[in-house]
């Protein structure tokens, strides 16, 4: 609480208090008036001496009487319109820097980015009507991906955005038709669903954020636009999806099944007996671009794809590919990869991160950060860049 409220509340409760103890008062019928008044009817004092004594104390004691109830009033009415001002001035400042936003609905994608931030799952509705795939809307993807993708995943779909280098994990080189969250077998290209998907939810612990701002329709012309990067989709269709059998057994037998099938799988090799990261062969994976990459610890790592059972089924079942996760598909029964699938969700510790704006804020993660300071449609220009973490919204009880 700021230090200005704490002056408002202490104005507020002045003034009741001032007024309480009037009321109280005049209850007890003992103001100088009333006292005179019952010792004149007690005939105490005759009728002159009475008036005399009204006019000495000049009603000083009901004029009093009121005055601390007036002062009580006002001391209440200022910490109450300080209050309204103090509201008023936030969402004021709120609003003029963020201009457009206003308009733009963007409080409805800074709640949903705030939202994530706390650990939410992104729900991606891929019903409804798309629009047809064709020249036109390749273009209009390109337009997209030019604002908003370009900085990090570069011109020509390589990568090697301007933003690139200051990046842990790179962005995806989009030429070589390798992508990482498929629903489709290794090997395969992956679905415009699973593109759009990734688009939608974004990819946690990376700069790779959910793109809120963007509509429906955008989303699924730049999706096109992706696919133009390399021949693979002209060339080939995706293969057949994997999907992921129904739960029959409890929760809890699943997890434990899931546990032996953890050890049998030797997921340990990379992932460490504990799900920590830190198997015997984890110092010395590289992914296929040449670079260093490290198995994910279960325990306390963010889960790019999510962390919830249908999530991990996939990743499992499909691999990463680019990365030295592999498919499972063929190795094991499907029914064991949602076993094991079900056990690392049950140990996963970045699931919902769910504290406060504030904290979930704290957590994020370098790359996390910056992509926040990536401009995204409805979300304030270079969020974290303008003080808006630290001086606008933080103390401005945006966040709390
Ligand atoms: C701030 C940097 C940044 C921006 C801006 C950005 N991306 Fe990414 N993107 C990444 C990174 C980093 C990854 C790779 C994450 C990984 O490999 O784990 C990624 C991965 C992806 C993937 C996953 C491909 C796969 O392997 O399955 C898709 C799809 C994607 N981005 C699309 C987009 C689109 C479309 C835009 C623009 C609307 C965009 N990105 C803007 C950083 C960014
Ligand atoms: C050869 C090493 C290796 C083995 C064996 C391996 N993984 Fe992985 N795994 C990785 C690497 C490396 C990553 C990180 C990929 C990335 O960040 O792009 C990863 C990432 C993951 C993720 C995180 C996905 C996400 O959304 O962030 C899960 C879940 C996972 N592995 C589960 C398993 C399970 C279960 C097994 C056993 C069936 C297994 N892995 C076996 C290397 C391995």
């Known amino acids: 609480m700021g230090f200005i409220s704490i002056f408002f509340w202490i104005l507020i409760i002045s003034g009741v208090v001032l007024i309480v103890k009037e009321l109280i008062k005049r209850n007890y019928n003992n103001s100088p008036l009333d006292i005179l008044k019952n010792r004149y009817a007690r005939s105490e004092i005759d009728k002159d001496t009475f008036k005399q004594m009204k006019r000495d104390i000049g009603g000083s004691g009901p004029m009093k009487v009121r005055r601390n109830l007036i002062a009580g009033l006002v001391l209440l009415a200022f910490g109450l319109a300080g209050f309204a001002v103090l509201s008023q001035t936030r969402m004021s400042r709120v609003g003029t820097m963020s201009g457009s936003m206003m308009g733009g609905g963007m409080m409805g994608e800074m709640r949903q980015m705030m939202g994530w931030m706390r650990g939410e799952e992104v729900e991606v509705d891929l019903s409804g009507p798309r629009p047809m795939e064709n020249a036109r809307t390749v273009a209009a993807g390109r337009e997209i991906y030019e604002e908003r993708c370009v900085a990090c995943h570069g011109e020509k779909g390589d990568g090697k955005g301007e933003k690139a280098d200051e990046l842990n994990t790179k962005p995806r080189d989009f030429t070589s038709g390798l992508y990482k969250f498929r629903s489709t077998p290794s090997g395969s290209i992956p679905r415009d669903d699973d593109i759009y998907t990734t688009i939608s939810r974004g990819l946690r612990g990376t700069s790779m954020l959910p793109w809120f701002g963007l509509t429906k329709e955008e ?131 970045n699931r919902p991160r769910r504290r406060g704006g504030m904290m979930g804020m704290m957590s994020m993660t370098d790359d996390e950060r910056a992509g926040m300071m990536i401009d995204h449609p409805g979300m304030p220009t270079g969020m974290m860049d303008n003080g808006m973490m630290n001086g606008g919204m933080m103390d401005g009880g945006m966040m709390r």
């Open 219 to 349: 989303k699924w012309e730049v999706t096109y636009y992706l696919k133009t990067f390399t021949e693979w989709f002209a060339e080939e269709k995706p293969e057949p999806v994997i999907v992921m059998p129904k739960i029959t057994t409890p929760l809890s037998e699943l997890v434990k099944k899931g546990r032996q099938v953890y050890e049998r799988a030797e997921c340990f090799n990379c992932h460490g007996k504990q799900g920590r990261g830190d198997g015997d062969r984890a110092d010395e994976l590289e992914d296929d671009w040449g670079r260093p990459i490290r198995p994910r610890d279960f325990t306390s790592e963010a889960f790019k794809r999510g962390a919830r059972i249908q999530d991990i089924f996939l990743t499992v079942a499909t691999g990463l590919d680019g990365t030295p996760m592999p498919s499972s598909v063929d190795g094991l029964p499907a029914d064991d990869i949602l076993a094991v699938a079900a056990y690392v969700s049950s140990i996963a510790g």
